[in-house]
């Protein structure tokens, strides 16, 4: 059974850094892109990051760009997203996504992701 495992969210204030990881368990992504995508109250789910399986390629959405990297471990079958200079509009559910097939690219689409977490809450008070 594969299974995404988001943890990290928490509440923090405006101006921190927060760093989200996602374990992969169940089967190996090592050649496939993976994402992190946020969904806040009363809001459809947006893309935030997306990364390749070499880490050659990354992709942010405007509003966190210069303050969030994502990043990857395939050893550990760990993604990371490091969070800094947190605003209160990052608040949200968290989501991490893995594409099934191998790829070299990395995508902001979510069709294209097959295996979904959980999400985990990250909450910025200003």
């Known amino acids: 059974q594969v299974q995404l495992v988001e943890s990290g969210g928490r509440l923090v204030q405006a101006g921190h850094s927060l760093t989200l990881s996602c374990v992969v368990s169940?089967?190996?992504?090592?050649?496939?892109?993976m994402g992190w995508f946020r969904q806040a109250p009363g809001k459809e789910r947006e893309f935030v990051a997306t990364?390749?399986?070499?880490?050659?390629?990354?992709y942010y959405t405007d509003s966190v760009k210069g303050r969030f990297t994502i990043a990857r471990d395939n050893a550990r079958n760990t993604l990371y997203l490091h969070m800094f200079s947190l605003k209160p509009e990052d608040t949200a559910v968290y989501y991490c996504a893995a594409r099934s097939s191998p790829e070299y690219g990395a995508t902001s689409r979510a069709d294209e992701y097959d295996y979904w977490g959980q999400g985990t809450q990250v909450t910025v008070s200003s």
């Open positions: 169940g089967r190996t992504f090592s050649s496939s892109p």
């Open positions: 990364i390749s399986w070499s880490s050659s390629i990354t």
